[in-house]
């Protein structure tokens, strides 16, 4: 087959088998599919390192024993022995996944290889040699076609979150949909798209919704005008996760020592005037019956008081300024901010 074939076969199977659509691991794996046709000086690897080619040529037949599962073993021994060093196996793999997919599918052209060698057998995978396919023919083309789909469905499937991840998500399954959460949640919007109903009166709850955290394996999430957990305000009957627009998420916690709370959280509003920014913790305040719980219907209890104690969930922080007053508090809040 030709190079540019085997490079397409090489990354297609890379970005599908390693889920993965990095430069680096898709330039090894044409790396790799390069190596079997070292044993000739008219390849392009071939006249790029002449004398190495040059020797082999001399000793060897053509695909013999560059094309065989022995050189498969002996460079996934030197490239996953340097991936093992620089702590990066994965993208190491790359080179003998290209070279052992360049080697299967010459076994589909006319002269087949020597997959066993030292055993001189000649591997090919049709026995009439009509239906091979011949180097630059017709076939080779429709073959160099379907990699290049399938080298961009790979890159789409890794960008998507892999394989797995799309299977679970199709199926609704939860894993898939905490995979693209965790994956995309620090840089973009993360959507919840829920089939299910209010577990108040079990009226549809259908729609989409903004992910502001993870829970275990629910999620905490806002239509804008609420925010409510899957699994208590939101019973779900199915739940896939899609990216939408470019965001900033960070995460901050303040600690409060006998301070002014409100000046805290004012202080965080000012360095973030066009952020949303949630607050969740618990503050021991002066003042406890000062403080309205906020019990709205539906919602995820954004306020309740405890004892001495105020309690916070999720709650909006301009909300928290209007409700904590001017009191003075001890204690710890974690801060989302989203930019």
């Keep these: ?23 680096l691991p898709l330039a090894l794996a044409v790396l790799g599919s390069q190596l079997p046709d070292i044993d000739t000086t008219t390849s392009i690897i071939g006249q790029v390192f002449y004398p190495i080619s040059s020797w082999i040529e001399d000793r060897y037949p053509h695909r013999s024993v560059t094309h065989s599962l022995v050189a498969t073993v002996a460079i996934a021994a030197v490239s996953l ?28 052209t006319r002269q087949g290889v020597q997959l066993f060698w030292p055993d001189p057998a000649w591997a090919i995978s049709v026995s009439n040699p009509k239906r091979r396919i011949r180097t630059g023919g017709p076939a080779e083309y429709w073959v160099l076609a379907v990699a290049v789909a399938l080298l961009l469905v790979g890159i789409w499937l890794a960008g998507a979150g ?9 199926l609704g399954l939860r894993d898939g949909a905490l995979a693209t959460y965790n994956t995309h949640a620090a840089s973009a919007e993360v959507y919840a798209e829920i089939t299910g109903v209010w577990a108040d009166d079990r009226t549809r709850a259908d729609g989409r919704y903004l992910i502001l955290d993870a829970v275990g394996s629910e999620f905490v999430v806002t239509d804008g005008q609420g925010v409510y957990q ?25 600690t409060l020592n006998d301070e002014d709370v409100v000046s805290r959280l004012q202080a965080l509003r000012i360095a973030n005037l066009t952020a949303r920014i949630y607050v969740s913790g618990s503050l021991t305040v002066d003042f406890v019956e000062e403080v309205t719980p906020m019990l709205l219907p539906r919602q995820l209890p954004a306020v309740t008081v405890v004892g001495e104690s105020v309690e916070l969930a999720y709650c909006d922080l301009d909300v928290a300024i209007a409700l904590l007053g001017d009191q003075w508090a001890t204690g710890m809040m974690t801060v989302l901010i989203f930019l």
């Design 1 to 23: 087959m030709m190079a540019i074939t085997h490079a397409c076969i090489a990354t297609a199977g890379a970005s599908l088998l390693l889920g993965t659509a990095q430069p």
């Design 81 to 108: 022995g340097i991936g093992a060093a620089l702590g990066d196996i994965k993208t190491a793999a790359a080179v003998p996944l290209g070279h052992v997919l360049s080697c299967f599918s010459d076994c589909f």
């Design 162 to 170: 892999g394989v797995q991840t799309q299977v679970s998500q199709g």
């Design 230 to 254: 899957t699994g208590k305000q939101l019973l779900v009957e199915k739940l896939t996760t899609a990216t939408g627009a470019a965001m900033i998420r960070t995460t901050q916690t303040l």
